[in-house]
């Protein structure tokens, strides 16, 4: 059974009122997870391209890339769940594991399985939640997010109607 049903979040999901692309975080990070996080997308069947500006490289150790000068290019790291859905991780923080996801891309209970199954293997991966906000939302407003508690995905908040 799926963790969340399309018709009860498909509110949160819409771009125009959410922002297209919403924060998705893991808080209270060490090197230690991001390179759990590296770890996982390595041994997954997810595709994966990690670069730094427009160099495309191999995946670097977390602690390679987290130590990086604060003046160069940003790193990121695009990860596909599957093909047509695209996460960006940008290595901005070893405190917090950020990323981003494109609602255009997750309409549909299908499409919405995948985001759940992805929230979930990187929240059971590190035994912490991935909490998804609006885009630029505030922590204090959570959307949805994998709970490794009760081990599944969560809407944390109230559908919008229109």
């Known amino acids: 059974m799926a963790d969340l049903l399309w018709d009860d979040v498909k509110s949160v999901f819409d771009p125009d009122l959410m922002g297209s692309l919403p924060d ?5 990070t060490s090197v230690e997870d991001w390179q759990a996080v590296l770890d996982l997308v390595g041994v997954s069947d997810w595709m994966c391209e990690y670069s730094e500006g427009e160099t495309v490289l191999p995946v670097p150790r977390a602690e390679a890339v987290l130590s990086r000068p ?24 070893v405190k ?8 255009r891309e997750l309409q549909g209970q299908e499409r919405l399985d995948v985001l759940c199954g992805f929230l979930a293997a990187i929240g059971r991966r590190l ?34 109607v229109r």
Do not use: N
């Open 24 to 28: 998705v975080v893991v808080p209270e």
């Open 70 to 93: 604060a003046d160069v290019e940003c790193a990121e790291l695009q990860v596909w769940p599957t093909a047509d859905v695209l996460a960006i991780f940008r290595f901005y923080s």
């Open 96 to 103: 917090e594991i950020d990323f981003d996801v494109d609602l």
């Open 127 to 160: 035994g912490k939640p991935v909490v998804m906000y609006c885009e630029g939302g505030h922590p204090s407003h959570p959307v949805l997010g994998f709970d490794a508690e009760s081990d599944q995905v969560d809407l944390l908040a109230k559908p919008l």
